[in-house]
């Protein structure tokens, strides 16, 4: 099936582009971001969670959490990381999708621009990611993508299990806010496992060397599987891990980073995700027999 693409009004953002395949469909505004705030069978359910608070809006130069999709750089730094992305974006049409591509970013000197590009027939997006430094001296920096995922699902993530001997053959990392004993996280034999909570407020974000290159989601009989291409023998942020994932008591992120890159002046970072989407998975407690059957047959490839 061909891919459709229209121009509609979603939630109050009046200039916001529909792809669709005829089983799933994407939503990115051009009033704001880059951002994609919309994704999911059509006719069903967002997977992606909006701030309530921030649907619509435009302008301005406060920063705000919209929520959905975005493209962000790390280390994560107050001033360079939370540049408001309020502005229009500029898009036009490729293969089977669409490019948006945000006005550089003054301050940063950086431009972002990401490419949707949607299976003809199947529930499976392809997102390139880029970064380029406008400015006249090198930068170093990681592409950082991070997904918002709504409420009550459960988060399964493979844990490294690569024979190293009698070297370590992972990376658990945690932020100061983060505390080990949290109820919503499960430290499994061969994965860990994420809860989300509506009724739990509290921050909890951890990283990992997620060797595997994916994450899945599982809520509501559907499950989100990401998909990326992380490196060996690279450099990575954050103590060195390539998957980061945070919750609390509105969402859920799923994020992944491309390695640490100095970029020249006028050079581009580019970092790749898929994203999929099936239906009937249910997943309703943590159980890793069956997380077992769903990594089989829908993860691992």
């Not at 891919?3 to 109050?12: A, P």
């Not at 669709?20 to 997977?47: K, M, Q, W, Y």
């Not at 499994?188 to 496992?193: F, L, S």
């Amino acid at each position: 099936m061909a891919i459709k693409i229209d121009k509609i009004n979603f939630l109050g953002w009046e200039n916001s582009i529909k792809l669709s395949n005829g089983i799933i469909d994407v939503v990115a505004t051009t009033d704001i971001g880059p951002r994609i705030v919309r994704f999911g069978f059509e006719n069903d359910v967002n997977e992606f969670n909006l701030d309530p608070k921030t649907i619509g809006l435009k302008g301005g130069d406060e920063y705000r959490y919209y929520g959905g999709h975005r493209l962000w750089h790390s280390p994560e730094d107050r001033k360079r990381t939370y540049i408001p992305d309020n502005d229009e974006v500029d898009w036009h049409e490729i293969e089977n999708g669409v490019r948006l591509i945000q006005k550089p970013e003054k301050w940063v000197n950086t431009q972002k621009q990401i490419d949707i590009i949607l299976s003809p027939d199947e529930s499976r997006v392809r997102l390139v990611h880029r970064i380029t430094n406008l400015g006249a001296w090198p930068i170093e920096l990681s592409a950082w993508t991070i997904t918002v995922l709504n409420t009550e699902g459960i988060e399964i993530i493979p844990q490294p299990n690569k024979d190293t001997d009698l070297l370590p053959n992972r990376q658990i990392v945690l932020w100061p806010y983060s505390k080990m004993n949290d109820k919503r996280v499960y430290w499994g034999e061969k994965y860990i496992a994420l809860k989300q909570d509506p009724n739990n407020k509290a921050p909890f974000k951890l990283g990992i060397n997620n060797q595997e290159g994916w994450a899945a989601y599982a809520r509501g009989g559907h499950l989100f599987v990401k998909r990326y291409y992380p490196q060996h023998d690279t450099t990575y942020p954050d103590f060195g891990v390539s998957f980061e994932t945070y919750t609390n008591d509105w969402m859920l992120e799923i994020e992944t980073l491309s390695p640490f890159t100095k970029l020249q002046p006028g050079e581009t970072v580019e970092h790749v995700e898929e994203w999929e989407l099936y239906n009937n998975v249910n997943v309703k407690d943590i159980d890793e027999g069956a997380f077992d059957e769903v990594v089989e047959k829908y993860c691992r490839k």
